[in-house]
């Protein structure tokens, strides 16, 4: 089960920490990712990293100034969002590819999903 939190409204230029908290089964060898979908538009990838072990991707759209992290002794997964614009408004969730090889970019390769929480930005 995951379970994202964190979101709201803020001020273009701002900051927000998204959770991702992973529960009810074991996530090692998993990809965590975060998506986000705005009214209107498809599901898009915004980042995804391994559970264990190294490597990270990013979308080209929020390279420099989004980092995900994870805390694996509270089995959290984090999205930090700065310098936010008014386009990274959107529902935002976190997915889980449960026996991936690759950080995949495609949602449709996450098979765990997490209710989503809205991130508002206004200019």
């Known amino acids: 089960q995951l379970q994202a939190s964190g979101g709201g409204l803020v001020q273009a230029g701002g900051s927000l920490r998204l959770s991702c908290a992973a529960s009810?089964?074991?996530?090692?060898?998993?990809?965590m990712g975060w998506f986000r979908q705005a009214p209107g538009k498809e599901r898009e990838f915004v980042a995804a990293?391994?559970?264990?072990?190294?490597?990270?991707r990013y979308a080209d759209s929020v390279k420099d100034r989004f980092t995900c992290s994870r805390d694996n002794s509270n089995n959290t997964v984090y999205l930090h969002m700065n310098n936010l614009k008014p386009e990274d408004t959107a529902i935002y969730y976190c997915a889980a590819d449960l026996a991936a090889r690759t950080i995949s970019m495609n949602w449709k390769t996450y098979t765990s999903w997490g209710r989503g929480t809205q991130v508002t930005v206004s200019s």
């Open positions: 990293l391994y559970w264990s072990g190294s490597g990270v």
């Open positions: 009810g089964r074991t996530f090692s060898r998993s990809v």
